[in-house]
Structures are given as C-alpha cells and as structure tokens.
C-alpha cells in the first residue's frame, strides 16, 4: 500500500527565502506526481505535474523534482512571498491505479 | 482556464438527513472523482467515475453513499442518512482520458453534520 510523507508539518520563513518542501513515498512504481496548493477552507490548486520518466518540471518561481529510485520529490520554491503562504500537498497517482494518494501536506508561512 | 464546479460550497444538515452534492466537471474530462478531507486530516478517495459506471471505490464508500450522473454533465454524490464523522470537505475532481494529465480539483463543498 502506497504511503506519502511530507515533511516538515509546518515551515516559517522570512520572505525572500528559498525553499524546500518534501515528499517521500514508499512505492516506485507510479504513473506521476502532482504537487497542490491548499489555501485555509479552499480547493485544490495545481501547481506541477512530474511524469514518471521525468525528472524535474518548472513553473515560475516553481521548481518539482522526481526520484523514483529513492522514493522522494522536492518542491523548490524561489524567492519566497507572504502570497506563497498556503498548505502544500504531493500526491501520486500509482501505475494501474485511478486514485490519488495523498500525503498530509506542509503548511508553509512567509513572514514579511 | 477550465474548472471544476462545486454546488454548494458550505451545507450544514441534522444528522440522518440526505445530502446531495454537485459537481459540473471539464466538458472533456472523462473521468470523475470524488475525495474528502476531514478537518486536519489527508485528503482521502471515495470513489472515482468512468464511462457511467464506478471504476473503483474505497472502504470508506459504503452502502450509504452513491454516485451518478443524472443528466450527462452535472456529477453528483448523494449520502443518504448523513452522520456526524460525514462532516468534512467533500472535492470533486476530474482528469482527462491519458493518465498524463493531471487531476483539476473543484472548490470543495464543506459539509456539516450537526
């Protein structure tokens, strides 16, 4: 049974920062992997979707990275803004699988 | 962009009451979803919908929770006799055919059982 992990829970940085956020997983055998941003009381927004066959995918500030062999994806996010502030989640979609498994999410604060 | 609409966005019923929630997904997304999240906790499947019939579904979906598509657009999850640990934030979410697309959430619904 696939299980993702994100950690920290909870980071707190000044603005302008640069980032990490992680997601470890126990099962390499997925199709892709979505990271989501969750504003308090809100859906769920995407932000980027790695193929398993990639590597990395990019979007702005936004930098995803994939390794399947270790069981591990980064969120890199650059130059960090109070707007950045949300609840950031990774979920996989598992290879014959239909459903998305989520980890818990790290709720990211940006201190002006 | 498209989206995914979610009616309505907060419902509060009594407990044992039928609740239906409503989704209008992407008019080219083929395949349906349905996810919770209770307060503090993961987001979590329910079920997910393809080609008129449920593809696959989790525990949690039980005999007291069904999916359909009344009239070919609207995407909708009924509860029937609502209990009080249904109260959470109920996501509908669809996906394309190819499974390298991703998944487009809705706002969410907050359900609350009182």
């Known amino acids: 049974k696939q299980e993702v992990t994100q950690i920290p829970a909870a980071l707190s940085v000044p603005e302008g920062e640069n980032l990490v956020l992680n997601c470890s997983f126990t099962?390499?055998?997925?199709?892709?992997l979505q990271w989501f941003r969750q504003d308090p009381g809100k859906g769920l927004t995407s932000l980027l979707l790695i193929q398993s066959s990639q590597r990395e995918q990019t979007s702005g500030r936004l930098n995803a990275s994939l390794d399947k062999s270790s069981g591990r994806s980064t969120l890199y996010i650059a130059a960090s803004q109070p707007g950045d502030s949300a609840t950031y989640l990774c979920?996989?979609?598992?290879?014959?699988?239909?459903?998305?498994?989520f980890g818990q999410g790290t709720r990211l604060t940006i201190n002006p | 962009e498209p989206e995914v609409t979610q009616t309505p966005s907060h419902q509060v019923t009594q407990m044992g009451q039928e609740v239906i929630l409503r989704c209008v997904p992407i008019s080219n997304h083929l395949y349906f979803y349905w996810y919770r999240q209770i307060l503090g906790q993961k987001v979590e499947f329910l079920v997910s919908?393809?080609?008129?019939?449920?593809?696959?579904k989790s525990e949690i979906f039980d005999d007291q929770f069904s999916v359909e598509r009344p009239d070919g657009s609207n995407f909708t999850l009924k509860i029937r006799s609502t209990k009080l640990e249904d109260s959470a934030m109920y996501f509908c979410?669809?996906?394309?055919?190819?499974?390298?697309?991703?998944?487009?959430f809705g706002s969410g619904t907050r359900l609350t059982v009182v």
């Open positions: 979410a669809t996906r394309r055919q190819q499974t390298i697309y991703g998944y487009t």
């Open positions: 099962d390499s055998a997925i199709y892709n």
């Open positions: 919908f393809y080609n008129n019939e449920i593809s696959e």
């Open positions: 979920a996989l979609l598992g290879q014959g699988a239909q459903k998305l498994v």
